[in-house]
């Protein structure tokens, strides 16, 4: 069964920056599109970026382009999400997850496998 873990969030001042990581096992993730989402309280789960099978393209919500970049390494089964300049409101809980295909890959119920996910907290 594919696990999915999450690692690298933290509390950090605006301007700041965090590479979040995600390590799957039990099942080979190469050929899956990968992606973020995030939570804040009281919202919805919401698309950030996700990354193609083999780093093809890649796609991200227009207010964190030019911030975050994603990228991954098959060879560790990991997605990486290096957030940089980050904004209060980029708080969030940081799910990431994997998905079969590469159509809407927006949306969330797209994705098969998720993990639990991490906090991160931007201070003013």
């Known amino acids: 069964q594919v696990q999915m873990v999450e690692s690298g969030g933290g509390l950090v001042q605006a301007g700041g920056s965090l590479n979040l990581s995600c390590t799957a096992t039990?099942?080979?993730?190469?050929?899956?599109?990968m992606g973020w989402f995030r939570q804040a309280p009281l919202n919805m789960r919401i698309f950030v970026a996700a990354?193609?099978?083999?780093?093809?393209?890649?796609h991200y919500i227009d207010s964190v382009k030019g911030r975050f970049t994603i990228s991954r390494d098959d060879a560790k089964n990991t997605v990486f999400l290096q957030m940089n300049n980050l904004k209060p409101e980029d708080t969030a809980v940081y799910s990431c997850?994997?998905?079969?295909?590469?159509?809407?890959?927006?949306?969330?119920?797209?994705?098969?496998?998720w993990g639990q996910g991490t906090q991160v907290t931007v201070s003013s």
């Open positions: 990354i193609t099978a083999n780093g093809r393209s890649t």
């Open positions: 039990g099942g080979d993730l190469s050929n899956f599109v």
């Open positions: 997850a994997a998905a079969r295909y590469n159509d809407y890959i927006r949306r969330a119920r797209e994705y098969e496998y």
